[in-house]
């Protein structure tokens, strides 16, 4: 599975916006971007992925550039509740294969 | 949705005793799932991918005679930390398969917090 490059962390006022960005240039074709994100002491939990079209469901859009070295994750309006640890993480869709966590961006929401 | 559970969600024990979790698909059949250990501050690490009836699959250098794994079921996987040590203590997190409806993903569970005294 390719690699992915997230920053460290993030801070994001509460309301905003939160935009997430990952890098993947050596994603294959037929790699998806999977988001999931850690709240402390959870388990992941599944955000959204995407092969090559823009994605949106209740929790986020997915913006998958057009080249596919990388993507943005978007919380349109960010709460207390999503200061969280976001992975992004690039493998072949619909096989059920493990997951190789990076070490993620740890995203703090400010009153 | 697809819902896995995890029991104990901690546990302290005493260093060389043995510690079993356990990792249960509530409303779907997994035939594989897969068992994560967390330390703190850092990201998750796959220790292996356990398939229902058959041997586990191990990462390279996690001891396979120390983390013994068991998928019985099509719905239970056990992870044993046996003889534990004080090193052994992290946050462990199964994931199962979902082959269900055509959507074949994995769904992670909350997670047990291991302490070893």
């Known amino acids: 599975d390719a690699k992915t490059t997230q920053p460290t962390s993030m801070d994001c006022a509460e309301g905003r916006a939160a935009n997430l960005p990952c890098n993947h240039s050596?994603?294959?074709?037929?790699?998806?971007v999977y988001w999931y994100r850690q709240i402390h002491s959870q388990g992941p939990q599944y955000i959204i992925h995407?092969?090559?079209n823009n994605e949106t469901n209740e929790m986020a859009s997915l913006i998958i550039t057009e080249d596919r070295k990388s993507s943005t994750l978007i919380l349109p309006h960010a709460t207390l509740r999503d200061t969280a640890v976001y992975y992004c993480i690039v493998r072949v869709a619909n096989t059920g294969n493990q997951f190789y966590f990076g070490t993620g961006t740890s995203l703090t929401v400010i009153p | 949705g697809a819902v896995v559970s995890q029991h104990p969600s901690w546990v302290i024990c005493k260093s060389g005793t043995s510690v079993k979790i356990e990792c249960r698909s509530l409303?779907?059949?997994?035939?594989?799932m897969f068992w994560y250990r967390q330390f703190p501050k850092q990201s998750l690490m796959l220790m292996a991918t356990s398939n229902e009836g058959s041997k586990a699959t191990y990462e390279q250098g996690v001891e396979k005679d120390k983390f013994l794994i068991n998928h019985a079921s099509l719905t239970l996987s056990t992870l044993t930390v046996t003889s534990a040590h004080p090193e052994d203590s992290s946050f462990y997190i199964c994931?199962?398969?979902?082959?269900?409806?055509?959507?074949?993903?994995?769904?992670f569970g909350p997670g047990t917090r291991l302490t070893v005294l």
């Open positions: 994931s199962a398969r979902s082959e269900v409806a055509g959507f074949n993903e994995q769904f």
């Open positions: 409303d779907f059949q997994a035939t594989t």
């Open positions: 995407g092969l090559k």
């Open positions: 050596t994603i294959s074709g037929n790699e998806y």
